[in-house]
């Protein structure tokens, strides 16, 4: 079975940009999640969604936006690039929302914002 | 509130030791603390995960233990393997609600054959 997959792999963009990751989940599962992981650092918390619904959202400005599809795919979009926008985005899926259903990780798109 | 602190940052473990990673956190409201796995170039991956209902988890050679008064946990990988060298995160998040997981700064572990 497929895991979780993300695209592209690698990203470079300049200061102001604007950019789309995309994401596919598990198939089955309705939930899709989106951090941000600075080199160095844990996992940062984006946003999730559930049956095309935000149900969280971190600590981000609005620059950061995301969406979520019939299919359940998901997009992140980020506006107006700045340098610290720089890192590896993960996109993790589960079967449902909550703790109790875990979270599978992609391999993740990494950005480098230049 | 909604930090995890982890250490140490790095460990270094001769093949067949015990490695011992510790996180802290001081929510209170955390009930769901996960373990993960990440190798370069890859996502993290679930390795264990513990709730505060009780003070241990193994799962073969992984243990996590929880102290709940003192607000820790910690991963124990025992008869560890130059293939268990990798980055580890502790995280912790409430059971209900939006999936938001907290993860620590995480723990570069070598495994020297």
């Known amino acids: 079975d497929a895991g979780v997959t993300q695209s592209p792999t690698h990203l470079i963009k300049t200061r102001g940009q604007q950019v789309t990751l995309r994401c596919s989940p598990i198939?089955?599962?309705?939930?899709v999640s989106w951090y941000q992981q600075v080199l160095g650092q844990g996992p940062q918390f984006i946003f999730q969604?559930?049956?095309?619904?935000?149900?969280g959202r971190g600590n981000f400005p609005d620059r950061f936006s995301a969406r979520q599809f019939p299919n359940y795919s998901s997009e992140l979009n980020v506006n107006a690039l700045l340098l610290g926008d720089s890192a590896l985005y993960l996109c993790?899926?589960?079967?449902?929302?909550?703790?109790?259903?875990?979270?599978?990780f992609g391999n993740g798109t990494r950005l480098t914002v230049t | 509130q909604q930090q995890v602190k982890q250490s140490p940052q790095s460990l270094i473990v001769q093949k067949g030791g015990i490695s011992i990673i510790n996180c802290a956190y001081e929510?209170?409201?955390?009930?769901?603390f996960p373990w993960y796995q990440q190798f370069p170039g890859k996502g993290p991956a679930l390795l264990i995960a513990?709730?505060?209902?009780?003070s241990e988890k193994k799962e073969g050679r992984f243990t996590i233990s929880f102290n709940k008064s003192a607000k820790q946990f910690s991963l124990h990988i025992m008869d560890s393997q130059p293939g268990d060298s990798a980055t580890y995160f502790c995280?912790?998040?409430?059971?209900?609600?939006?999936?938001?997981?907290?993860f620590g700064q995480g723990t570069r572990l070598t495994i020297n054959p």
């Open positions: 995280a912790a998040s409430r059971i209900q609600g939006a999936q938001k997981l907290v």
């Open positions: 969604y559930y049956e095309k619904e935000e149900r």
């Open positions: 929510n209170t409201a955390f009930d769901y």
């Open positions: 198939s089955g599962h309705k939930s």
């Open positions: 513990i709730r505060p209902d009780v």
């Open positions: 993790a899926s589960s079967f449902s929302t909550g703790s109790s259903s875990p979270l599978h």
